[in-house]
């Protein structure tokens, strides 16, 4: 199951972002008693028990003709639409307001778990202030002070007793489940059009298992696949999520499904900025990537040209230098059935595991090959490796002084361990360890 998510809304002025960055544990949205600084969604990610959780701060939902009011409101109402779970805040101090009914409205529409967080609640006289809430209708409040913390411990028990009727994926560990992400317009879905129109391939349609996608579970060479198609991500601040309903965080939710991650760059228009950005939330997720230029159709190009592009892309990507680069055009079909393959050798080297003996042979052959550095007199010594896990591939290396092993070394090491067994198109994770 990806991360379950929960969106913070309520009126402006409530103390949201208070909130969200308590719940956070840093200071990511902006604190003021302003109404209406909050105009973007921020999102974070949260702990709290055994669970990981998205969180999402909203601007404040207002009914009225004020500066950002009608953004804010749409916004929120395209986050309750995102969340798993919803924390409706209000303000202690200042009792039921018609603009707290308004919101409330709002959420009974959404029909989503809803936890009532009464905020500014500052001490234990104020807290019988709560009981007022009662009449918005969504049982028992939750009186908490975002200022002095009090009460947090409560309300975050109440929203993870939620988590646990979040439906699970139902395909079994074989299935492998792979997404599209980049931005918009760089042609995600024609290429999923292209590839489910190969004759090896057989569709059917499933309903998804979150309320936001249709899953598509079709069978290629004898193996079953499933697709997660995202919306294209753009920049926060220059879209409006009016017109462009989907969001960042579906790309990132389809990112935590998924052992593969597809990422499409459009050809004709090159690289930009925002691509590296989108491509880096595969590579920290520990995903493994297939890069796929797309319209390479439309390019204008001699012999020189693709080398250039993957010159260039290499230049940008250097954290991706384990990803295949594929040049295709989802219109004309060209090099599409080089697609499938890649994502199969990507997902292969994703969940491979290495013998313990034949590791530390390649080991042991790259230290006499490059011995291990010296700091300050001392020499580093590497005892012995071991896999500790999967998807990502993972390392442990024992040596005598964790504080030896230089970045650039562990860079040798892993390189080394690449050439000896591929992991293409999958990070791979080493950890250095002292030996007890």
Request: charged share 25%.
């Amino acid at each position: 199951m990806g991360k379950p998510v929960v969106a913070i809304v309520g009126r402006p002025n409530v103390g949201k972002s208070t909130i969200f960055n308590r719940m956070a544990g840093e200071r990511i949205s902006i604190v003021e008693d302003t109404p209406g600084v909050t105009r973007d969604r921020i999102y974070s990610s949260a702990e709290w028990l055994n669970y990981s959780f998205h969180l999402i701060d909203t601007g404040g939902i207002e009914l009225s003709d004020a500066p950002f009011m009608e953004q804010i409101r749409q916004q929120a109402e395209i986050a309750i639409d995102e969340a798993d779970v919803i924390v409706f805040m209000v303000n202690g101090r200042e009792g039921v307001t018609s603009a707290d009914e308004e919101v409330a409205k709002i959420l009974y529409r959404s029909k989503k778990p809803v936890v009532l967080a009464v905020n500014k609640l500052d001490n234990t006289e104020m807290r019988m202030n709560a009981y007022d809430f009662y009449s918005l209708g969504f049982g028992e409040p939750y009186p908490i002070s975002g200022t002095h913390g009090l009460g947090m411990g409560d309300l975050l028990d109440a929203i993870a007793e939620h988590f646990k009727n979040i439906p699970d994926s139902n395909y079994d560990e074989d299935v492998v489940q792979f997404c599209l992400i980049g931005r918009p317009n760089v042609g995600k879905s024609s290429l999923v059009n292209a590839m489910l129109g190969e004759d090896r391939v057989i569709v059917s349609d499933i309903a998804g298992t979150t309320r936001d996608a249709v899953d598509t579970v079709f069978t290629y060479n004898q193996q079953e696949f499933v697709i997660v198609d995202t919306a294209g991500m753009r920049k926060r601040g220059k879209v409006y999520e009016t017109t462009e309903k989907y969001s960042v965080l579906r790309a990132l939710k389809a990112i935590e499904r998924s052992e593969v991650v597809v990422v499409v760059l459009d050809g004709e228009e090159g690289i930009i900025e925002q691509d590296k950005k989108i491509a880096g939330y595969a590579h920290e997720a520990g995903k493994a990537v297939v890069v796929v230029v797309n319209k390479w159709d439309a390019v204008e190009k001699d012999e020189k040209t693709m080398n250039q592009f993957e010159e260039n892309f290499r230049a940008h990507f250097q954290y991706l230098d384990y990803a295949p680069l594929l040049f295709m055009s989802a219109l004309t079909k060209k090099r599409i059935h080089t697609l499938m393959p890649a994502i199969i050798t990507a997902g292969e080297n994703h969940s491979l595991r290495v013998q313990t003996n034949v590791l530390n042979d390649v080991l042991m052959d790259a230290v006499a090959m490059n011995p291990t550095p010296t700091h300050n007199g001392q020499r580093l010594k590497i005892f012995y490796a071991t896999q500790v896990a999967v998807k990502p591939p993972t390392f442990v290396v024992f040596v005598n002084d964790p504080e030896l092993m230089h970045f650039s070394y562990e860079r040798f090491l892993e390189n080394r361990i690449r050439d000896a067994f591929g992991f293409e198109g999958t990070p791979i994770k080493i950890f250095a360890r002292a030996r007890k």
